[in-house]
């Protein structure tokens, strides 16, 4: 049997596969968390992802991800990469990503705590906040059991609510730490950034990016048709940048990426991409910083 | 010698029946005494035979001969050999002429004997007037370098490395992959004694890398080669590893670190190496290579590298050149792939495998282990279909024998009984069991001993069950007469061998022809078969046609001992068969010329302004592309002088010339091709006069303006094709636009067109060949000697004008 290379597409999902005789790949984009940023496309080595504009006369407007199945190497990086958790690769069956098991690329921080300690019974501002519907509430009584209707409930003492949110999916927009009354989370962010609209430059009635931004609280049109920009929120992706058709209306930077320590040229490079070529020497600055304090503080041991 | 009155000798052979048995060869006998300076003719039954050549050699005694003219077979075969025999008798060997009546007459004229003998004794009055003409040459003496290259690091150029430097020659291994081996390293066991292929092959490998002669240039491609025997300058460019070969220490632990898989071609794609990686891991030399096309530069290799520093990424492929006195060719070969879903579901169907494939699978360090499981289901197997001749011996896909198949199937076969006995079935679907050579005969009787049954029929076509993904081979069994079923779990194709990839761009770069196949051809079939047309270039092992281990190892070691006979002398005589510039008649002394100098393709004259140019004979190769170029006559070719091939023309068009077609053949590819067309006994009409000259470059406006003149038929000039097969690099080309610009003048001066043809032959086509002339021959009738006559009696006294200059010659 010769090595087959396999696309499959249905409406929800988009999967390649590099079948061999001892080892089978499998990439799968999940096209409901996809929300067609720049992120994989920038970081991807091979340049096998494309953010594909739609042609003229085709149906839809937004543009998709296309990912090719001949350059592909299946090494995980757009899978260690993506904030929303869109991309999975498996080896024979097994969720792996390489790059990341190699120590070759790091793994985004999502640092979230949630303190459901201090969570009232009843209260669901958090799941009605997330954007992305990661966050569960649940009611349960001391024995863990889960309670449907808390006020039917005898004792109420015995109550505790439990908050649970599927971390792999969330890009940290910190909508949910502003709105929950109890200050119960504590977040930061994974990418650290600025964007600037020029609505000097936005074409007549567009709004593209305010479509296209997966935080719906970041960009907003004003009463006058304007987009207004809330820093707070954004994930700097890159997904408004994607869809505007002026180039230079949106100006997006990204300075800082929290991740796990590695140490890899192709990290570096990716981050250059991604950041800016300052913004990279300063944090390899900052760890050969640190590792002259660690040696210092070895000798002074 | 020239001066002197020629006394030219005739020997007409036999060959036994081969020539004998159609042309009457005592008739040409007495032709041939009653041609001007013939003062003795001969025949013998074997004029090449011991006898046969004493018989020349007395007769140059008695008869006091200063010429020797055998009619016989093909100069291509015998001429070094008569030559011999006329020095050995104190005649220089360049005044021997050859009449070729076997390959030329006899063989390809069977069915009019009468045509034959006359058109016999027409090429005798061809050689003998040229004999008169010929001139006493001194061979050039060469130096030698006494190294050798050898291309291609498998299982033959490994034992042609090893041989020649066990001789004490230096010799460089050039292989274009990472690691020497080749296809024999992939293999598991080797039939017919069932020994492990690396365990044999691995010793050897390591010996011819440790050899203080031999030096290994791996990952490497051959760019070009300039030169000739005894003096080849070779330009190898070394392909970046990135990794320092002096620092590697082989320990792999680059390699446990990188992150990035990509299939392993060597394991046929079924398996995964690294980005920083070797091939397999009895490598030689033991050196990781970082493929940079999959590396994502993380550059986790260099920190695991650590102190040793062997990893450097800025390497830049590297240009050497090499200076060998003989070059081995041991290319190999690539094994068939069918194309997808093409043959017997390969592609389409998972549970269908090549024979390759099989050998990985089985193999304890391939991908999978050595189990020899289903990709379907990764189960194992309870019934297998090997299925034989799969492109091989099909006209519509490679029409040879690969020659090897039967031999490893029945390997398979009785490996699957070894490893899993009474749990598997195992099926043989065969067309003919080959298996001669020593104890093959014995290995087919132990695999029918041990239950595998055998199936002889060609299989029709295979079928999936789409539930179980078994399979069902179909095909009618010869011995029943009927068409049956068999279901299996797996199938394996004993696929074809093909040319090894690249070997278009190696015939290219090395001048040395291809089959008809695609792999290279040996200079003959039966007494040169490790010989290429090129002096110095030798083949060894599948390059030259699909080979087993044992006949892959005698070739090689055969080809070490061809190029030994080279490199153990420290000069080398070549052909004297070079341009000779005549300073008095070149114009580049008075006008700004320089035409030859433009038009040879060795860059071998000079034509300093004011000067008359000047040939620098070492380089010279002898096309005569020059001498056909020259505007006024100034450059001769020695042996290939314009006045010995108008004597030709002249002998050729004495008698009924409008019936004829005079063809001018090159050497290398024409000639040769219609020597295979007589070999293989293709029938054409009798209407061909041939002259060999040994470059269609050499062939003269004039010496096509003259045969018009004397009224020919028709004019052929036959040259290797283009763009790449001239063996002169580009005579054909120059060829091509001289002569289109004469066809046009021709045919404005009211010739036919079909009367003056230009047409490219290789030395395979000799079914073209064989057409060629017979399609001519038709066109002649058509035209009728009437219109023939007709043209040239208007064109003759335009040509008398043109060509008078030339009457001095």
């Given at each position: ?7 499959s ?10 079948i061999?005789?001892a080892?089978?790949?499998?990439l799968?984009?999940?096209k ?19 953010v ?18 001949e ?28 790059v ?16 459901d ?15 992305l ?16 209707d ?41 990418i ?6 020029d ?23 004003s ?13 700097y992706c ?64 | ?23 009457d ?32 050699r007395k ?13 016989a ?11 011999r025999?006329?020095a ?12 070729n ?8 004229h ?51 490395a ?16 990472e ?11 080797t ?7 690396i365990?044999?092959e691995g ?14 240039i ?8 300039e ?6 300058k ?31 071609e ?8 690294r ?18 096309d ?13 102190a ?5 990424f800025?390497q ?12 081995i ?11 997808e ?31 020899v ?76 001993e ?6 002889r ?10 539930k ?12 029943l ?17 093909l ?16 089959g ?11 007494l ?30 055969g ?15 070549i ?16 006008a ?62 004495q ?25 293989s006994?293709?029938?054409?009409p ?23 003149r ?12 283009l ?7 580009s ?7 001289r ?6 003048m021709?045919?404005?001066l ?8 230009v ?42 004008r ?8």
């Open positions: 049997m010769p090595m087959k290379l396999k696309r597409e249905t409406d929800e999902q988009l999967k390649i596969e590099r061999m005789y080892r089978q790949y499998s799968t984009l999940d409901r968390r996809c929300v067609v940023c720049e992120l994989c496309e920038i970081v991807c080595p091979r340049e096998a992802i494309q594909v504009k739609p042609a003229e006369g085709e149906e839809t407007t937004s543009p998709r991800l296309e990912i090719d199945v350059l592909c190497q299946y090494c995980g990086i757009c899978n260690a990469i993506c904030p929303f958790g869109a991309l999975e690769l498996k080896i024979d069956g097994e969720k792996v990503v390489p990341v098991k190699f120590e070759s690329f790091p793994q985004l921080i999502r640092e979230i705590e949630i303190d300690e201090k969570c009232p019974v009843g209260c669901t501002v958090c799941v009605d906040a997330c954007p519907k990661l966050i569960t509430v649940k009611v349960v009584d001391d024995e863990g059991r889960e309670v449907e808390a006020e039917l409930y005898p004792d109420e003492e015995r109550l505790r609510v439990t908050v649970e949110l599927d971390k792999e999916y969330c890009p940290v927009c910190r909508v949910c730490e502003y709105k929950c009354p109890y200050d119960a989370i504590h977040t930061q962010k994974v650290y950034g600025h964007i600037r609209v609505t000097d430059l936005c074409p007549e009635g567009c709004r593209e990016c305010v479509d296209a931004c997966p935080i719906p609280e970041v960009l907003q049109l009463e006058d048709g304007k987009v207004v920009v809330n820093d707070l929120f954004c994930v890159g997904a408004c940048r994607v869809v505007c058709p002026v180039e230079g209306a949106i100006s997006l930077e990204r300075t800082v990426i929290r991740h796990t320590p590695v140490h890899s040229g192709a990290w570096n490079k990716a981050l250059e991409k991604l950041t800016s070529t300052k913004d990279m020497t300063k944090e390899l600055r900052s760890r050969a910083v640190i590792k002259v304090k660690e040696s210092v503080e070895r000798r002074l041991a | 010698m020239s001066e002197e009155e020629p006394r030219i000798g005739v020997f007409v052979c036999h060959c036994g029946l081969n020539i004998a048995g159609v042309i060869v005592e008739e040409v006998t007495n032709y041939a005494k009653t041609l001007p300076n013939v003062v003795y003719a001969v025949h013998n039954r074997y004029t090449c035979s011991d006898p046969g050549q004493d018989e020349i007769g140059i005694k008695e008869y006091n001969l200063n010429r020797v003219v055998v009619a077979c093909s100069p291509r075969l015998h001429e070094p050999t008569f030559r025999c006329v050995e008798a104190g005649l220089n060997p360049y005044l021997f002429e050859m009449a009546i076997r390959e030329f007459s006899s063989w390809c069977p069915s009019t004997p009468e045509e034959a003998t006359e058109k016999a004794k027409e090429i005798v009055r061809m050689a003998v007037a040229k004999a008169r003409l010929l001139n006493p040459l001194k061979p050039l003496e060469v130096p030698v370098t006494q190294k050798a290259l050898v291309l291609g690091g498998g299982i033959a150029g490994i034992n042609a090893l041989d020649l430097a066990e001789m004490g020659f230096k010799v460089y291994l050039v292989e274009k992959k690691s020497i081996g080749g296809h024999m390293a992939q293999l598991d066991k039939f017919p004694t069932l020994d492990c292929s365990c044999i010793p050897r490998m390591v010996d011819v890398a440790r050899h203080p002669n031999v030096e290994i791996s990952y490497a491609d051959l760019l070009s080669v030169g000739y025997v005894g003096n080849f070779v330009k190898v460019r070394k392909n970046p590893r990135y990794v320092i070969a002096d620092n590697c220490t082989g320990c792999g632990e680059c390699r446990d670190v990188c992150p990035i898989e990509f299939p392993n060597w394991d046929m794609n079924m398996g995964v190496r980005a920083i990686d070797i091939p397999f891991a009895q490598a030689v030399p033991l050196i990781y290579t970082i493929n940079r999959h590396c994502i530069e993380c550059y986790k290799c260099v920190d695991a590298c650590g040793r520093q062997a990893i450097d800025s830049e492929p590297e240009e050497i050149e090499l200076e060998v006195g003989a070059i060719v041991a290319t190999g070969y690539d094994i068939y792939v069918p194309e879903g093409n043959l017997y579901g390969y592609g389409r169907y998972s549970n269908v495998i090549t024979g390759l494939e099989f050998e990985r699978l089985i193999l304890a360090a391939g991908p999978t282990g050595g189990h499981v289903r990709a379907s289901d990764g189960r194992r197997p309870r019934s297998v279909a090997l299925i034989q001749c799969v492109g091989s011996r099909d006209v519509n896909k490679y029409e040879y024998c690969s020659g090897f198949c039967c031999m490893y199937t029945l390997k398979h076969a009785i490996q699957l009984k070894e490893h899993y006995g009474r749990e598997v079935e195992v099926y043989v679907f065969y067309m003919d069991m080959r298996s001669n050579f020593k104890g093959y005969e014995e290995f087919y009787r132990r695999a029918r041990m239950g595998v049954t055998f199936i029929g060609r299989v029709s076509r295979v079928i999936e069950d789409p179980t993904k078994n399979l069902i081979v179909r095909v009618e069994d010869i011995a007469g009927e068409p049956i079923e068999v279901e299996v779990e797996l199938v394996v194709l004993a696929t074809a061998a040319p090894s990839k690249g070997s278009d761009e190696i015939s290219r770069i090395l001048n040395i022809s291809r008809a196949d695609g792999f290279f051809m040996e200079s003959h079939p039966k040169k078969p490790i010989d290429t047309p090129v002096d110095g270039i030798f083949l060894a092992g599948a390059c030259q046609g699909p080979k087993d281990i044992p006949y892959s190892v005698s070739q090689g070691c080809a070490a001992a061809r190029a030994a006979t080279i490199l153990s002398k420290k000069t080398w005589k052909e004297p068969i070079v341009a000779v510039v005549d300073p008095s008649r070149c114009r580049n002394v008075k700004k010329c320089g035409i030859c100098a433009a038009k040879c393709p060795y860059g071998a004259i000079r034509a300093p302004q004011g000067q008359p140019a000047q040939v620098i004979t070492a380089m010279c190769h002898g096309c005569g592309t020059c001498a056909a170029e020259c505007p006024a006559d100034a450059i001769t070719q020695m042996h290939f002088t314009d006045a010995q091939i108008f004597a030709q023309i002249r002998a050729a068009l008698e009924n010339p409008e019936d004829k077609i005079l063809g001018f053949l090159c050497n290398w590819c024409s000639y040769a091709g219609a020597d295979l067309a007589g070999t006994r293709f029938e054409y009798p209407t061909l006069r041939p002259i060999r000259v040994m470059c269609s470059g050499r062939v003269d406006r004039d010496f096509v303006l003259e045969a018009f004397l009224g020919a038929g028709m004019v052929l000039v036959a040259a290797c094709h763009p790449y097969d001239c063996h002169y690099i005579g054909n080309w120059r060829m091509k636009e002569m289109e610009v004469l066809a046009r021709l045919t404005k009211g010739l036919s067109p079909e009367r003056f043809r047409d490219y032959i290789s030395a395979a086509e000799g079914v073209k060949f064989a057409e060629l002339i017979t399609e001519m021959t038709e066109k002649l009738k058509e035209l009728g000697r009437e219109r023939i006559m007709a043209e040239n009696q208007k064109l003759k006294p335009v040509l008398d043109m060509l008078s200059r030339k009457k001095r010659t």
